[in-house]
């Protein structure tokens, strides 16, 4: 499975970003998605994920009514919604695929995209 991650950016303080994740290859194969996040010194934080058959979801208290998570089967693709974006939000956003488990441990995911920047200015 090959990931790409892309829809990162610089916004404002209270601004919205759409990140998109398109995957490709093996996809059939997909359990779950999720998007995960590094700050600058800091370790890779779950973000939210979504049972790519179902649609289930789960969030990190961190984003819980800020963030919607979605995706769109047809297209192979994976969303992550942000609304009310705060500079804390900074990082760098990668997702991540899992091929048996749903999960918010990094070390239980499979694949992984390459990542895409977004910076919150205060």
């Known amino acids: 499975v090959q990931l790409q991650a892309c829809g990162g950016g610089l916004v404002q303080a209270g601004g919205s970003l759409r990140l998109s994740c398109g995957a490709s290859g093996r996809t059939f194969s997909v359990y779950t998605m999720g998007w995960f996040r590094q700050a600058p010194g800091k370790e890779r934080e779950f973000v939210a994920f979504?049972?790519?058959?179902?649609?289930?979801?789960g969030y990190a208290d961190s984003v819980k009514g800020r963030f919607t998570i979605s995706r769109d089967k047809v297209k192979n693709t994976m969303y992550l919604q942000m609304n009310s974006l705060k500079p804390e939000d900074t990082a760098v956003y990668y997702c991540?695929?899992?091929?048996?488990?749903?999960?918010?441990?990094?070390?239980?995911?499979?694949?992984w995209g390459q990542g895409t920047h977004v910076t919150v200015s205060s």
């Open positions: 979504i049972g790519w058959s179902g649609g289930s979801t």
């Open positions: 991540a695929a899992a091929l048996k488990v749903t999960s918010w441990v990094a070390d239980e995911y499979d694949y």
